[in-house]
């Protein structure tokens, strides 16, 4: 849209993904003069909002800058040689379908320090028990992004491992530290999990880069796998399927994800939610389709299955938890409707079709956006209430949200039928170019099973509009006279967070081509890799 | 520079090229120097032979210098100059750097217990500095009776440094029991050493491998048991399963510093031995000892990943004896690539990995050390619990044996040990050796578990206010000695740099070492 030297491109990307970094190093240390504010906690929540708000900055202008008519070029591209020794490079570079999630990840993350901020800000007046320092709160919340960020940035398979696994550990002591009840267990589990996938994931990387003698991923998109003989690319598939399929996460391996969820602080969830599980997806979009296309082809009908499992499973572990008096926690009842959403993901993926890839890359971000939102939500709620438990908060007739609080009770209804997938908002075009992707999948796919697979998820969606629409019947409506609580309405700063969300959720959902026209070409480019 | 080159001729005079043997010589000859001194420095001097044999060390690390600039042989046969017992080539250069910046670091840990008076001085320093000299001696020879003086020259003065703790009786059982199993094993190489000698007349590891293709039918059983046997030994060193139980004991009955130096230069001495004479000497017989050096890699790094995960933190030594169970799951690492050579087609290549990951191990696990041996000096019994709000103590130090954890772990920051990782992974995976690579990545979850549990231990918050029981208590640990911090200094930096620029160590993995 603006016309920006290549150079400043390549400057920008190269900030995003290392001055976080750089700022998780300068919280740990104490405030320079002239920056210290009100208390030290102030202080470093501050620096938090502003590299983070930096970053968010960096990213808009790199989206601005990103030459919109050639979305399936790689742009903003940097090379250089780092270890030389197992071929890494430093190898940079944005294109249509990771600048979304660039953007995505940077306003979330930007959004979560805001958020943080002003709560800290707010709680002074009405100080509660201390919790841990926020110094470290932030300098993992940054190292976080970075790893983030990083994910989606790199374009050389080892580097793509190490950014993976850069975002465990903070991501674990978030989840372990600032966490409510069992959330040591929690945050084992979600570790341990992870670090198995992505272990047995380096193995297949690995198999790739020694067979075909690259870890770069644009040569190895270009080549296609022809360079790689089918059993091993079953095998990577396998390995590297297995590793990503655990942090999308995929039905049978999503169990990690509820407890972690769980247990995380606000801001853990909305970041796990909104950007790590898109570490996932993403992996299978540019790793797996464009390198291995073979192997791919012969799992599609497997990862679809599962996939569509996943959306059922979901939906009815929804449902369970906000029947009444099955004492659900709603934050778990969110993370388990993640696992049926990410299902359509993986199904829009499974289908190897530029439809169906394209919604899924449409999905990951209306998801990002609206689940985000809905943790904020039911964080904020619980920091009101005190609790997450449905009964508790629903009593008889319903906790009243309408009643009591009515903009909060509105925002949770906006929330809740963006995930449902309303028409008119973003949660619709993925999940319906997901599904037109399983009505007619790739040439070599069999068209009867997908037919199939489609009509169960297409089930899929009924359900989850039962249960969406159960919660806001029971966290919305309700008699205000049964629990005359008072219920603080949304403060400003909360609206200062949501907003952002609430308008993209929306623009999306009314203007799909303005990210479509950046996905399908480079989906198109991938999927037909050195042959177009 | 050959200085007997001119006069030798033809004479039976073998020339003897000094610099190239100048490392282990230094160490040795600093090593007999401060013996001697011992004796005629006055008892209130006797820091002084610490800071000579630290110099030493320096002076020895510093003649490595003199040996970038290409391979040197030396002691060659008189008759056949290209047969030689001792080379100084690539490999050569890097191990005596791993061993003798070890033995440096652990000089530096060890001043302090010195000066305290727990260890009698100068036959600490003398014998340090001999099992250092007989550590850098090992990857230069080249012939297996050099072999075995080298191993026994770096292992007899470990066995008196585990038992120096006087009227300790823990320290002397444990010397006892690391006497008597080390005795076994390197008898058991000479039995394999005296089999191979029989079958193909021979001492040089080169020629061996020459004369092993043309075995006689007859004795090709005798050399086939002459190359398992000949393993025993070394494996023993390195701590691999099944002669791995000696190491628990041994290092928590050690005076720490000795516990730190076994766990990587004697770690060295066994790898090293294993590499020169699975790839140097028995290439030919790869089927023999490739399959059963994968199993033993595969059984070691399990056992001491599963026994390290059962530690119960509260219990005495806790972290000692996790330090102690960890290093045998990374010998189980170490040993994958050599398995691996014996299944690519230039085995000199593949062991490039387990060099450098020795030397990350190397750093970071000195550095572990270094961290436990500041936490001892405050509480001597080093639980794992005594570890818990570290961070607020010492923060600097906390964040170090954090980093140092977790480049163990090989996860992000420890981008080094994550990288050193993935070449034994890819080692592994490169010679089609997949299931071992399966093992291993299992491996990795396992120990991931242990060393995040003792990490998120120093930054918890400490549990209430630990009453104080000594009065001098405090005041031991309001000021750090300056050896110690400048072991965890150094170690870190090199940590930190080398997560930077990961290619410093890796490069030893692509490139041809001998």
């Known amino acids: 849209m603006i016309d920006i030297s290549e150079s400043v491109m390549q400057f920008l990307l190269a900030l995003i993904v290392a001055g976080p970094l750089l700022g998780a190093a300068a919280a740990l240390l104490p405030a320079p003069p002239g920056l210290k504010g009100k208390s030290p906690d102030q202080a470093v929540l501050r620096h938090g909002v502003t590299v983070t708000g930096v970053i968010l900055i960096a990213a808009v202008v790199l989206a601005l800058g990103f030459d919109h008519d050639h979305p399936a070029t790689m742009q903003a591209t940097t090379d250089i040689s780092w270890i030389p020794a197992l071929d890494v490079r430093i190898h940079l570079g944005v294109d249509g379908i990771s600048l979304p999630l660039l953007v995505l990840t940077a306003l979330l993350t930007f959004l979560c320090a805001l958020y943080s901020y002003f709560k800290q800000q707010h709680q002074r007046l009405a100080p509660r028990a201390t919790g841990p320092s926020p110094k470290a709160f932030i300098a993992l919340i940054l190292v976080l992004e970075s790893g983030t960020l990083a994910t989606f940035a790199v374009l050389d398979l080892l580097l793509f491992f190490l950014a993976f696994e850069m975002v465990l550990i903070p991501m674990y002591f978030l989840i372990a530290r600032w966490g409510g009840a069992q959330r040591t267990q929690a945050a084992w589990k979600f570790i341990l999990y992870t670090l198995l996938g992505s272990v047995v994931m380096l193995l297949g990387l690995l198999l790739i880069g020694l067979k075909s003698g690259t870890f770069d991923m644009l040569a190895l998109a270009t080549d296609n796998g022809r360079e790689l003989t089918t059993s091993v690319q079953l095998i990577a598939v396998l390995a590297i399927g297995i590793g990503l399929a655990v942090k999308t996460p995929m039905w049978p391996l999503h169990s990690w994800l509820p407890d972690a969820h769980t247990a995380a602080p606000t801001v853990g969830s909305v970041l796990l939610a909104g950007v790590l599980l898109k570490m996932g997806t993403y992996g299978f979009v540019r790793i797996l389709l464009p390198i291995t296309p073979d192997g791919m082809r012969e799992f599609a009908p497997y990862l679809a299955a599962f996939a569509v499992v996943g959306i059922i499973y979901g939906s009815l572990a929804c449902l369970a938890l906000a029947r009444k008096g099955a004492k659900g926690d709603l934050k778990r009842l969110i993370a388990y409707s993640s696992v049926g959403h990410m299902g359509f993901v993986l199904l829009g993926i499974a289908t190897m079709t530029p439809t169906g890839v394209n919604g899924a890359l449409f999905a990951n971000i209306a998801h990002g956006l609206i689940t985000g939102l809905l943790f904020f939500l039911v964080g904020a709620l619980k920091d009101r209430t005190g609790s997450t438990d449905l009964d508790a908060l629903a009593g008889q007739t319903g906790q009243a949200l309408y009643g009591k609080a009515p903009r909060f009770g509105a925002l949770l209804a906006f929330g809740a039928v963006a995930s449902l997938g309303l028409p008119g908002l973003a949660g619709f075009w993925g999940e319906m170019l997901a599904l037109f992707g399983a009505f007619r999948p790739a040439e070599d796919l069999s068209r009867p099973a997908f037919l199939t697979f489609m009509a169960i998820a297409a089930f899929g969606t009924l359900l989850t509009a039962a249960y969406m629409l159960l919660v806001v019947r029971r966290i919305c409506m309700g008699d205000p006279q049964e629990k005359p609580q008072a219920l603080a309405d949304i403060q400003g700063y909360e609206f200062a967070a949501w907003t952002p969300l609430v308008a993209l959720t929306v623009l999306a959902g009314l203007w799909p081509a303005l990210l479509l026209g950046l996905t399908d070409p480079a989906v198109q480019k991938l999927l037909a890799g050195g042959k177009a | ?514």
């Open chain 2, 1 to 514: 520079m050959n200085v007997a080159e001119g006069a030798a001729g033809v004479s039976l005079v073998q020339s003897v090229d000094w610099t190239a043997i100048a490392p282990p010589t230094i160490a040795a000859v600093v090593g007999l120097a401060v013996l001697v001194a011992d004796l005629f420095v006055p008892e209130n001097r006797k820091p002084l032979l610490g800071w000579i044999s630290l110099a030493g060390l320096a002076a020895a690390l510093a003649s490595l210098l003199l040996l970038l600039d290409g391979d040197r042989e030396t002691f060659c046969l008189t008759g056949d100059a290209g047969v030689c017992s001792y080379t100084a080539d690539r490999f050569t250069v890097v191990i005596q750097l791993l061993v003798l910046g070890g033995a440096l670091l652990t000089a530096l840990l060890s001043v302090s217990p010195l000066k305290d008076k727990e260890l009698p001085a100068g036959e600490y320093w003398f014998l340090l500095l001999s099992s250092a000299a007989g550590a850098a001696l090992l990857p230069a020879s080249r012939d297996l009776a050099t072999l075995v003086v080298a191993l026994e020259v770096a292992s007899l003065p470990a066995f008196a440094l585990v038992g120096l703790r006087r009227g300790d009786r823990r320290s002397s059982e444990a010397a006892l029991k690391f006497f008597l199993s080390s005795v076994t094993a390197t008898a058991v190489t000479l039995l394999g050493g005296s089999f191979v000698y029989a079958a193909t007349g021979t001492l040089h590891l080169t020629e061996i491998a020459v004369k092993l293709t043309e075995v006689d039918g007859d004795l090709q059983t005798l050399a086939r048991t002459g190359v398992a046997l000949t393993l025993v030994g070394f494996a023993f060193k390195t701590a691999a399963v099944p002669f791995h139980f000696w190491v628990p004991d041994t290092y928590i009955g050690a005076p720490l510093p000795v516990a730190a130096y076994l766990s990587v230069v004697g770690k060295a001495v066994g790898f090293t031995g294993l590499i020169l004479v699975t790839v140097v000497a028995f290439p030919s017989y790869a089927d023999v000892w490739a399959p059963a050096l994968a199993v033993l890699a595969a059984l070691t790094m399990t056992a001491g990943n599963v026994a390290a995960l059962r530690q119960q933190a509260g219990r005495a030594f806790s972290a000692v004896r996790l330090l102690a169970w960890s290093s045998v799951g990374q010998a189980g690492y170490l040993l994958v690539p050599i398995a691996a050579a014996g299944y690519v087609d230039d085995p000199a290549d593949a062991i490039g990995a387990t060099v450098a990951y020795a030397l990350m191990y190397a750093a970071v696990n000195l550095g572990a050390f270094a961290v436990a041996a500041l936490v001892a000096r405050s509480t001597p019994e080093n639980r794992l619990t005594d570890y818990r709000g570290l961070y607020a103590r010492h923060p600097l130090a906390a964040l170090a044996l954090g980093f140092f954890l977790l480049c163990l772990a090989g996860l992000p920051p420890g981008i080094i040990g994550l990288f050193a990782k993935v070449t034994v992974f890819q080692a592994a995976v490169d010679a089609g050796l997949g299931w071992l690579a399966v093992v291993m990545a299992l491996n990795v979850v396992i120990a991931l578990y242990y060393y995040l549990r003792w990490t998120a231990l120093l930054f918890r918050t400490p549990e209430g206010e630990a009453p104080v029981r000594e009065g001098d208590v405090p005041a031991r640990t309001a000021s750090l000695p300056l050896p110690l911090t400048a072991a965890i200094a150094v170690t870190a930096l090199v940590g930190i740099v080398l997560s930077g620029a990961p290619q410093m160590v890796l490069r030893f993995s692509e490139s041809v070492l001998f």
